[in-house]
């Protein structure tokens, strides 16, 4: 069965600070990674995915997730955080013969500190 | 805007009674799934359809149950609440049943049983 893991429920950083929220997947088959971000009173939306190919991956917004199959990681980082980056993280997982659904992480919240 | 629209925003409801939350897809989508998101459980996958059957299920209790309808859209019915099943209830679609397919959220249903 999958499952996946966010090794940290919460994750203070100072702004303008690097960070990196750690997941790690659980499957025996091949996998699809997906990175949702939750901001509060609102649902999820998706900020980055690894379908395939090229094991770095990036969103519009700085984020970047690098899936590692040696290792059933698929950690996420930015550079440097804004303010504006607090919310909770999901990790998710699909794979090959899945009907589409996603299994997620518990979260993780990141507060950006002024 | 996912495109994906939840209703009732908030519901208030007592011990014993029954709700129905209602969900329309994106334009297009065939595809909703249902998830329950509380603190202690964190996001649960409860059930998918699929153009109008029922595709895949998970956690979700017999006191639950969900359809969707001609026209795409989807009501998840929850009956004989309890104190426990207070929790926010999202609803996603995607276009199809592939595994890559990133899922689409609404804003959710938050329920609160007193």
């Given at each position: ?34 990175w ?23 969103s ?10 040696s ?5 996420l ?38 | ?14 011990t ?48 639950f ?50």
């Amino acid at each position: 069965a999958q499952s996946v893991t966010q090794l940290d429920s919460q994750v203070p950083v100072f702004e303008e600070a690097p960070v990196e929220l750690r997941c790690n997947y659980s499957s025996s088959v091949s996998v699809y990674l997906f990175w949702y971000v939750q901001y509060p009173n609102q649902g999820l939306q998706l900020l980055l995915k690894y379908l395939s190919g090229s094991t770095l991956v990036e969103s519009i917004n700085g984020f970047e997730a690098e899936f590692n199959k040696s290792q059933t990681s698929f950690h996420l980082r930015k550079p440097s955080v804004h303010i504006s980056d607090t919310a909770e993280y999901f990790c998710a997982v699909s794979h090959s013969g899945n009907t589409g659904k996603l299994i997620f992480g518990q979260g993780t919240t990141l507060q950006v500190k002024p | 805007d996912s495109g994906v629209t939840q209703t009732p925003k908030h519901l208030i409801t007592a011990t014993g009674q029954r709700v129905t939350l209602r969900c329309s897809p994106r334009s297009g989508d065939l595809s909703v799934y249902w998830y329950q998101q509380s603190l202690d459980q964190g996001l649960q996958f409860l059930i998918q359809y699929y153009n109008g059957e029922e595709r895949a299920k998970g956690n979700i209790l017999e006191r639950f149950s969900a359809q969707q309808f001609p026209d795409l859209h989807s009501e998840l019915n929850l009956s004989s609440l309890e104190l426990g099943d207070s929790a926010l209830y999202f609803c996603a679609s995607s276009v199809g049943t592939e595994p890559n397919s990133p899922l689409h959220f609404g804003n959710g249903t938050r329920l609160t049983v007193t």
